[in-house]
């Protein structure tokens, strides 16, 4: 009797775990007949009459560097958390056509500054700076091209010298030390630009660098970058040679362990189970030293800062808890620095916000979106 419950018990244990992974199998197979990158290439090839651009950024630079040696593409300066560099650059590779991103049918592509910034190199020879901003990839220009940024739009609107300091994946340690690091010349405003989607949660990760940290300890420290782009620059090509071409195989070796761990399967299990992340206090305190540090920054500079709040596509189609929203917000009011809300400024007078993202989809600003960001920012600013 106990030999048959347990030949039982075997068997429906494997049927249960060949089930499962049955089921995962058909999700990853479903996932990649209907994914939003399927509808979005035919979206742009119907409406452009063109090809989306189906190379992998390995294979565009590839492609290019036969052509042109100075391609290069952006190393995010999050990639230096934890890796224990001797410094921590701020900025991508200097004086280089820059591979960007891909997600309205072409790469975005950028000729980088003399500090690897997204801006024209004589930006930099202006005594005179209207705007300088700090940000992450919606600063940067994600992914569009020039003059579709929000810089360039700026530039174009204000008839004056912009500087573009905003880099992908920055969070708001990284871009304090990058005002620590590049500000200095006669910038008549800061725009701090936040983005709700993972800026908080990027500085969850950046509290714990020493090298950054030594910017809220001691306000003199300074990396002296600006005298150190050749060093930022071999530091960053060294890793693309080292890391792009490795990236094909890592991928295919994450979507094997999220097949084994039945990835699909689960997120349908604990759909609606789970809380909304709840950041811990403290990164919300760290958040307004780090704002409180900027603006006596920005003042000691003769500078006014804004602080611009960017809202993110899931915003827009789904139940959107306002929690962090609310106290950022304050934060930003008790420091008495001047708030504009994009949400309302832009996307709620709208009757389809969705417009201003890739076809609709999920993703950074498309170039209708960053020219009406960019229009509310210069109206509630210029003066």
Request: aromatic share 14%.
């Amino acid at each position: 009797m106990f030999k048959k419950i347990k030949q039982y018990l075997i068997i429906s244990i494997v049927s249960v775990v060949f089930s499962l992974y049955l089921f995962e199998g058909y999700l990853v197979i479903n996932q990649q007949i209907s994914t939003e990158f399927t509808l979005k290439k035919q979206l742009y090839e119907n409406q452009k009459k063109q090809k989306w651009d189906i190379r992998t950024k390995a294979q565009i630079y590839q492609d290019l560097k036969k052509t042109n040696n100075q391609i290069q593409i952006p190393v995010h300066p999050n990639y230096f958390l934890g890796k224990n560099y001797p410094i921590f650059p701020l900025s991508g590779i200097s004086n280089s056509v820059t591979i960007n991103c891909n997600e309205n049918g072409y790469y975005s592509i950028y000729q980088s500054d003399r500090y690897g910034f997204n801006n024209p190199d004589s930006e930099w020879d202006n005594k005179k700076i209207e705007y300088l901003l700090v940000g992450d990839s919606f600063v940067h220009g994600y992914c569009v091209n020039r003059p579709n940024d929000i810089a360039s739009h700026l530039r174009n609107l204000s008839k004056k010298s912009v500087l573009n300091l905003g880099y992908g994946g920055n969070g708001p340690l990284i871009e304090y030390a990058t005002l620590r690091e590049y500000l200095d010349h006669d910038v008549k405003k800061i725009l701090w630009i936040y983005m709700e989607g993972n800026d908080l949660k990027n500085l969850k990760n950046e509290r714990n660098e020493i090298i950054l940290a030594n910017y809220l300890s001691n306000i003199n420290f300074t990396q002296k970058l600006t005298s150190k782009q050749n060093e930022i620059d071999n530091v960053a090509k060294k890793i693309i040679q080292n890391e792009l071409f490795k990236k094909d195989k890592k991928k295919l070796k994450y979507k094997f362990l999220k097949f084994l761990r039945l990835n699909n399967t689960k997120k349908i299990i604990l759909k609606g189970s789970s809380e909304k992340e709840r950041l811990e206090p403290v990164i919300f305190t760290e958040f307004k030293t780090i704002l409180k540090l900027s603006k006596e920054l920005a003042i000691k500079n003769n500078s006014k800062i804004y602080f611009i709040y960017l809202p993110t596509y899931p915003r827009y189609v789904s139940t959107y808890d306002n929690t962090n929203y609310n106290l950022v917000k304050n934060i930003v009011k008790e420091l008495s620095i001047p708030f504009i809300d994009i949400d309302k400024e832009v996307f709620k007078k709208e009757q389809n916000p969705l417009k201003f993202f890739p076809f609709e989809m999920f993703g950074h600003y498309n170039e209708d979106g960053y020219k009406k960001v960019s229009e509310i920012i210069y109206k509630l600013t210029k003066n």
